[in-house]
Structures are given as structure tokens and as C-alpha cells.
Nanobody, 124 residues
Framework: QVQLAESGGGLVQAGGSLRLSCLAS????????MGWFRQAPGKEREFVAS????????LYRDSVKGRFTISRDNAKNTVYLQMNSLKPEDTAVYYC?????????????????WGQGTQVTVSS
């Protein structure tokens, strides 16, 4: 099993930056592809970004391309989400997930483990 703990959320003005971190424990972190999702009030959890176990082939939702960067450090059991040029529509609870083998990175159903989430609020 994998335990995940997100940190780094907060309140920021539009145009600002935040870096989210997700620390993994309990299993071999480098075995897992990882993803970031977000969920705003009254909306479904949506894909934000993902990265393979080796750090290759990052994927992003269209609305964050060019603004967000996902990365990982397997030696530190941590995956990061650098968020620049933040917009009010980025406001949500951000979750990291560890992906099961198989299936697309885009669907939350393919992730077997989740953290508790960290709130990101972007003011206009």
C-alpha cells in the first residue's frame, strides 16, 4: 500500500505561483505512475497532470498547459506540481494519486491510492 500526503496549498492572487508536493510512504514509490487531480465545490474530480514512474511523458489538461509543471524525485518519494500564472478557475482541492497498472492516466478510476488533498484558492 501507498500513503500519500499533499502539502503546499494556500491562498494566492491571480497571476501568482504555488508548488504542491505529495510525499509517498509505505511502498516503493518508483513503482507507480502519479497524477494530480482537482475538485471544485459541486464538480467532479478532474485530471490535472500525470507523470510515469520514470518521470517521462508528462500529461496535462489543456487549461493548464504552459502554466503547470509536474515532476518527481524518486529518491525523496515525492511528486511536485509547480503552478504558475494561477487563475481564479484553478481554485479547488488538489489531490495526488498513485496509479494502478493499466488504464489511462486521465481517469481517476485508474488510481488506487489518494492523499487527503490540499486547498488552493486563487483570488481575482
Amino acid at each position: 500500500q501507498v500513503q500519500l500526503a499533499e502539502s503546499g496549498g494556500g491562498l494566492v492572487q491571480a497571476g501568482g505561483s504555488l508548488r504542491l508536493s505529495c510525499l509517498a510512504s509505505g511502498s516503493t514509490f518508483s513503482n507507480y505512475g502519479m497524477g494530480w487531480f482537482r475538485q471544485a465545490p459541486g464538480k467532479e474530480r478532474e485530471f490535472v497532470a500525470s507523470i510515469t514512474w520514470s518521470g517521462d511523458s508528462p500529461l496535462y489538461r489543456d487549461s493548464v498547459k504552459g502554466r503547470f509543471t509536474i515532476s518527481r524525485d524518486n529518491a525523496k518519494n515525492t511528486v511536485y506540481l509547480q503552478m504558475n500564472s494561477l487563475k481564479p478557475e484553478d481554485t479547488a482541492v488538489y489531490y495526488c494519486g498513485a496509479k494502478r497498472v493499466g488504464g489511462t492516466y486521465y481517469s481517476a478510476r485508474n488510481y488506487g491510492y489518494w492523499g487527503q488533498g490540499t486547498q488552493v484558492t486563487v483570488s481575482s
